[in-house]
């Protein structure tokens, strides 16, 4: 099972930015899909982005045209760049990757944004 860890979390600003990065153990080259979820302490965790293999991307309305999600594969690492960031991002990240059997998961980077 691929090994997942995230980075790049910690406090901004409203209105400023962030980059998260998802270190993977093996390839993601042929991993079908990848992305990112989020979680509020009392809720269940949420989708925010996705990105295939074949570079196809795909957002929760919530934070189209703020957030992109890209990968490098010579990295073996996704990225989520988040834009405009408001209070309400406010939340765990966690990466995850669906190789064709079990998902993994990282362990989350926690992003606060402040007023």
């Known amino acids: 099972q691929v090994q997942l860890v995230e980075s790049g979390g910690g406090l901004v600003q409203a209105g400023g930015s962030l980059r998260l990065s998802c270190a993977a153990s093996?390839?993601?080259?042929?991993?079908?899909?990848m992305g990112w979820y989020r979680q509020v302490p009392g809720k269940q965790r949420a989708w925010v982005a996705t990105i295939t293999s074949s570079e196809s991307r795909a957002y929760a309305d919530s934070v189209k045209g703020r957030f992109t999600v890209s990968r490098d594969t010579a990295k073996n690492t996704v990225y989520l760049q988040m834009n405009s960031l408001k209070v309400e991002d406010t939340a765990v990240y966690y990466c995850?990757?669906?190789?064709?059997?079990?998902?993994?998961w990282g362990r989350g980077t926690q992003v606060t944004v402040s007023s």
């Open positions: 093996e390839s993601i080259f042929s991993i079908s899909t």
């Open positions: 995850y990757a669906d190789p064709g059997g079990l998902r993994s």
